[in-house]
């Protein structure tokens, strides 16, 4: 399945060693993977660490009111509705040629209170009542780059504004060695949240690859312990990162300011190439 959306050209691949499982692309950019059949089956590494955010941040079932920023196939919309009943989901999704091909072709789990709204992220999460939420997702790719206003205080400020008490909001990041772009977005965020740990695989801290950073924050202690646990035990080991380790990752960078910010970095020829690997 093939058709052009408003970001490009967008397909779904379905996935031949399991049935009723797709992969979305835009531009040939992986996007999402969706198991209609399993919604606990999820691809990428990062949506895997995501999911243990999710797993973590309250008790086991306990329904949830989510903000996505970012939709795709609506994977993680899927999970929560599955292994939270109950819970209260809102996607924004800015292209909306991409948001009707995956309602025509790969529809929402019966019963799933999941609404989806064609809306600017940003836009949308400002345009939000204050403390209406338990968590907010920013996972708002233009293609493979992270658009420079979803970079900036003003947009952690807005995800702030919107949790409640001892909410938690989630963040999905990709770059490389020297890690700029990522020291900024853990300045950013600091300088919003009381609280922040790093999730990421070892060899894309150390440079050796780009990849994924999942980043947690929220005004309560984070379930650090828990996630290092999990996320320790997955098929690619990552490294939960916090306290001095994450300031000294941190280093001297600067929040971003809106008139500073920059998109994420372009993924290098051949990153974002394997079906299985982390994706934005």
Known sequence: MTRTVDHGLARLLPDLDHANAWLLTVEDAPQSYVNLADPHHLEFEYVRRIAHVLDTVAPK?????????????LTL????????????????????GLADLVAGHLPRPPGA??????????????????????????????????????????????????LRRGGVHVANLADAQPLTF??????????????TCL????AMLRGRRFGNAVL??????????????????????????????L??????????????????PRPPRGALGQFASSAG
């Open 199 to 202: 999730v990421a695989e070892p």
């Open 61 to 73: 079932g306990q329904p949830l009111d989510v903000l996505h920023l970012g939709g795709g196939a």
């Open 216 to 245: 947690v924050a929220g005004d309560a202690p984070l379930p650090v312990a828990e996630l290092a646990r999990r996320a320790a035990a997955d098929a690619f080991p990552a490294r939960t990162v916090d306290g001095e380790a």
């Open 113 to 162: 209170d999941i609404t989806v709204q064609v809306d600017d992220a940003l836009a949308a999460v400002t345009a939000s009542p204050e403390s209406s939420v338990d968590v907010v997702i920013a996972d708002v790719y233009g293609g493979s780059r992270i658009p420079a206003h979803m970079t900036t205080l003003d947009c952690a400020r807005a995800c702030a504004r919107v």
């Open 182 to 195: 990522l020291r900024s977005q853990l300045a950013t965020l600091g300088a919003v949240f009381a609280e």
């Open 247 to 264: 300031a000294r990752l941190t280093g001297n960078a600067a929040p971003v300011t809106t008139d500073a910010a920059l998109p994420s």
């Open 77 to 96: 919309p899927r999970y929560v509705a599955a292994t939270r009943p109950g819970s209260r989901q809102r996607v924004i999704e800015a292209d909306g």
